[in-house]
């Protein structure tokens, strides 16, 4: 019981040790014969900063608002959002109500000598308390005892974006306020004027976004140690699409189009046609770089700007690729002096053909009727023989019934092979630049029937 009692009361001799200390500390900037008020002092008296309010009757409430004094950087690379708040912070305290009917501004070191709420940023990257040209907080204290706490912070948070369809895409970013050791049962958060308790976002001007809706929400962290109070605040953010029309999507339709001037260049200027293509597929690969140069390196999803770049470098090297196949068959086709030959024998090998398959198909008309012939009532029946059933075929039969297949399956396979003879003759170009004039038609509206999917897809879905 001794021991008890001497280890209390050095508890207490430290206590009291401490308080001093800190108090001293506190005061040693003032002025010699300056003094605290007789209302501060009252106050201070036999208050404890290391309890909360209503230590043994429930909960402190604290009420929250915010004022959203700038969004310096939203970064898709890192994927956090750089912002300066001002978090305005309010609770009754029952032992600071004093007489009057007036507030009290006080110095915002004295906040050390009061309790605060452990109020921290979920998904905080980076934090600081402004201190230029003294640390940005504000204490206030009313009569009934409702304790005012501002302070001004810049913090880097954390924000998930979906890029699927970047650049025509809108970002759902959230600052969450939790407490940190004080559970459910000991603080409970809550926004002091609804969805108004945060304000600046309408006056607010960002560079490539504009925010499009914002509001607030109040849940519980649910972690292993208990459930802690929750504030969220959620803003939507829409992507300025201007910039990106003039930087990445006209210059690559441009290209596009400057690979099209090939097709009204002769297919025997190969150095002119050439020096086109190959410098538009350059010039296209470095627009498709440096777009990605503001993206995350690693992603597992394909953009709608990837999209696009992507249908652009088709486009440009399918150009190149047109004049390949058209000089080609510029090279294989006949000229002049042999067109006449050439047409000769395409002619005889026709003419050839179809002479064979009509030998062929009158050769099969004989054996038909000389087969109806021998199979009609006027023939002399012939008595079966032993070993042969009445209806069975005779040996003369069957050697005559396997010419007559023979020619049949021959005609059908010669006249196949006709047909497809026909087809290849039909996909041969007989003028090959008729492949520019077909291209100066089908490259520009495919250009642009792919273009009318691709903005109503990405725009309207």
Same mark, same amino acid.
């Given at each position: 019981?001794?021991?008890?009692?001497?280890?209390?009361?050095? $508890?207490?001799?430290? $206590?009291?040790?401490?308080?001093?200390?800190?108090?001293? &500390?506190?005061?040693?900037?003032?002025?010699?014969?300056?003094?605290?008020?007789?209302?501060?002092?009252?106050?201070?008296?036999?208050?404890?900063?290391?309890?909360?309010?209503?230590?043994?009757?429930?909960?402190?409430?604290?009420?929250?608002?915010?004022?959203?004094?700038?969004?310096?950087?939203?970064?898709?690379?890192?994927?956090?959002?750089?912002?300066?708040? $001002?978090?305005?912070?309010?609770?009754?305290?029952?032992?600071?109500?004093?007489?009057?009917?007036?507030?009290?501004?006080?110095?915002?070191?004295?906040?050390?000598?009061?309790?605060?709420?452990?109020?921290?940023?979920?998904?905080?990257?980076?934090? $600081?308390?402004?201190?230029?040209?003294?640390?940005?907080?504000?204490?206030?204290?009313?009569?009934?005892?409702?304790?005012?706490?501002?302070?001004?912070?810049?913090?880097?948070?954390?924000?998930?974006?979906? &890029? /699927?369809?970047?650049?025509?895409?809108?970002?759902?970013?959230?600052?969450?306020?939790?407490?940190?050791?004080?559970?459910?049962?000991?603080?409970?958060?809550?926004?002091?004027?609804?969805?108004?308790?945060?304000?600046?976002?309408?006056?607010? +001007?960002?560079?490539?976004?504009?925010?499009?809706?914002?509001?607030?929400?109040?849940?519980?962290?649910?972690?292993?140690?208990?459930?802690?109070?929750?504030?969220?605040?959620?803003?939507?953010?829409?992507?300025?699409?201007?910039?990106?029309?003039?930087?990445?999507?006209?210059?690559?339709?441009?290209?596009?189009?400057?690979?099209?001037?090939?097709?009204?260049?002769?297919?025997?200027?190969?150095?002119? +046609?050439?020096?086109?293509?190959?410098?538009?597929?350059?010039?296209?690969?470095?627009?498709?770089?440096?777009?990605?140069?503001?993206?995350?390196?690693?992603?597992?999803?394909?953009?709608?700007?990837?999209?696009?770049?992507?249908?652009?470098?088709?486009?440009?090297?399918?150009?190149?690729?047109?004049?390949?196949?058209?000089?080609?068959?510029?090279?294989?086709?006949?000229?002049?002096?042999?067109?006449?030959?050439?047409?000769?024998?395409?002619?005889?090998?026709?003419?050839?053909?179809?002479?064979?398959? /009509?030998?062929?198909?009158?050769?099969?008309? +004989?054996?038909?009727?000389?087969?109806?012939?021998?199979?009609?009532?006027?023939?002399?029946?012939?008595?079966?023989?032993?070993?042969?059933?009445?209806?069975?075929?005779?040996?003369?039969?069957?050697?005559?019934?396997?010419?007559?297949?023979?020619?049949?399956?021959?005609?059908?396979?010669?006249?196949?092979?006709?047909?497809?003879?026909?087809?290849?003759?039909?996909?041969?170009?007989?003028?090959?630049?008729?492949?520019?004039?077909?291209?100066?038609?089908?490259?520009?509206?495919?250009?642009?029937?792919?273009?009318?999917?691709?903005?109503?897809?990405? &725009?309207?879905?």
């Amino acid at each position: 019981m001794c021991v008890l009692t001497s280890r209390g009361t050095a $508890f207490a001799v430290v $206590f009291i040790f401490s308080r001093i200390m800190e108090e001293s &500390l506190l005061f040693a900037d003032m002025k010699e014969g300056e003094i605290l008020p007789p209302t501060i002092q009252k106050l201070m008296k036999g208050y404890n900063k290391y309890l909360r309010p209503f230590f043994d009757n429930g909960p402190v409430t604290v009420g929250m608002s915010l004022d959203i004094a700038s969004i310096d950087t939203i970064s898709e690379i890192n994927m956090d959002y750089t912002a300066t708040i $001002f978090l305005r912070q309010r609770w009754t305290d029952q032992r600071l109500c004093f007489d009057g009917n007036k507030s009290l501004s006080l110095d915002g070191r004295l906040v050390e000598l009061l309790w605060v709420p452990d109020t921290f940023i979920v998904d905080s990257k980076k934090s $600081f308390l402004h201190d230029i040209t003294v640390e940005n907080r504000l204490i206030r204290i009313f009569p009934n005892g409702t304790v005012l706490y501002a302070l001004r912070i810049t913090t880097t948070v954390a924000c998930n974006m979906d &890029l /699927t369809k970047y650049p025509m895409d809108k970002q759902t970013c959230t600052l969450q306020l939790e407490s940190w050791g004080y559970n459910i049962n000991d603080v409970m958060f809550y926004w002091t004027r609804g969805n108004d308790s945060v304000s600046g976002l309408d006056t607010l +001007r960002l560079a490539q976004y504009t925010v499009e809706d914002h509001y607030t929400s109040v849940s519980e962290a649910i972690y292993e140690t208990g459930h802690y109070p929750k504030l969220i605040f959620h803003f939507e953010l829409k992507r300025s699409i201007l910039y990106f029309i003039l930087e990445t999507y006209v210059p690559s339709s441009l290209l596009v189009v400057l690979s099209w001037v090939s097709f009204w260049i002769s297919q025997s200027s190969v150095p002119a +046609r050439i020096c086109i293509g190959v410098t538009t597929v350059l010039t296209m690969t470095t627009l498709m770089m440096g777009a990605r140069t503001s993206l995350p390196n690693a992603n597992c999803f394909i953009k709608a700007i990837d999209v696009y770049l992507g249908i652009c470098f088709s486009f440009i090297f399918g150009a190149l690729i047109e004049y390949a196949v058209a000089h080609f068959c510029t090279l294989h086709q006949p000229n002049g002096a042999n067109a006449y030959m050439y047409g000769q024998q395409v002619l005889e090998c026709e003419d050839e053909m179809n002479g064979v398959v /009509t030998t062929i198909a009158s050769n099969n008309t +004989r054996l038909k009727k000389r087969k109806e012939a021998s199979a009609s009532p006027s023939t002399p029946t012939t008595p079966t023989t032993p070993g042969r059933g009445a209806h069975g075929p005779s040996d003369g039969e069957a050697k005559e019934e396997t010419p007559a297949e023979a020619p049949s399956d021959c005609a059908k396979s010669l006249s196949l092979l006709k047909k497809l003879l026909c087809m290849l003759n039909c996909c041969r170009v007989e003028n090959p630049h008729y492949i520019d004039n077909y291209s100066r038609m089908s490259f520009p509206l495919s250009f642009i029937f792919v273009n009318l999917l691709y903005w109503t897809y990405y &725009l309207y879905f």
